[in-house]
């Protein structure tokens, strides 16, 4: 359960600084000027206007997976449209009220396929807790220092994005830290359970003691 929303939460963070964070329609889309990169089948189902075909006449690349995500985050000219998102969006109702637009946030991040929600259960005690753990984190410029290291990596590696690397000790720090600070934030929930299921426990066991006695 941590994990999830540590993942989730770390994803959000990234997501926010690229162009997407500032995209939510397909008119957004069109005002910058990005090309909309899907499959065939994604563009039959996002042709949903006279405006949006003459734009996809001119501007729609047909691309799938990683050919899409790569070009959007190498090139960044590229909005990806997942089509299980668009499908997702016309069984159910994921779109403005008033004008029934689609609103991308209320699905997920136009690149990444997960939900940008978060799994962590917010009325738990401990949410507060790691959410100010991850602000933290963020604030401290590491998340913007390991995204720009991997984006800069890409970049010079663009031509050979598809050949064997080697991994060395270097590529593991970034992963070792944050699997590290996942497995603590794990132990320490899980001890706070411990405690918390034996204080309830103990809590039920005296009232009952209580209740018996008066009688």
């Known amino acids: 359960m941590v994990s999830n929303y540590f993942k989730s939460r770390l994803t959000y963070l990234l997501n926010g600084l690229n162009y997407e964070a500032s995209i939510n329609t397909f008119e957004e889309i069109i005002s910058s000027g990005l090309k909309i990169g899907a499959t065939q089948d994604g563009a039959d189902l996002i042709n949903t206007s006279s405006k949006i075909a003459e734009y996809l006449a001119t501007n729609y690349v047909n691309c799938r997976g990683v050919d899409c995500l790569r070009r959007t985050v190498l090139k960044k000219d590229l909005a990806t449209i997942a089509l299980n ?4 969006s016309r069984r159910n109702n994921f779109s403005e009220e008033k004008t029934g637009r689609i609103l991308f946030n209320k699905l997920h991040s136009l690149s990444f396929r997960k939900p940008l929600c ?3 259960n917010k009325g738990h005690p401990l949410y507060p807790l790691y959410d100010r753990s991850l602000q933290r984190l963020a ?14 990596t890409n970049m010079m ?11 060395n000790f270097g590529h593991m720090v970034a992963p ?3 699997w590290s600070i996942g497995i603590t934030l794990s132990v320490i929930t899980f001890f706070y ?3 918390l299921a034996k ?12 209740s018996s006695f008066k009688k």
């Open 85 to 88: 998102a668009v499908a997702y």
């Open 118 to 120: 978060t799994f962590f």
């Open 139 to 152: 604030e401290s410029g590491i998340l913007m220092k390991i995204y720009l290291k991997y984006v800069r």
């Open 157 to 167: 590696n663009e031509p050979i994005l598809n050949s064997t690397q080697s991994l």
């Open 176 to 178: 070792l830290c944050m």
């Open 193 to 195: 359970e411990i405690i």
């Open 199 to 210: 204080r309830n426990f103990s809590s039920m066991n005296l009232s009952k003691g209580l």
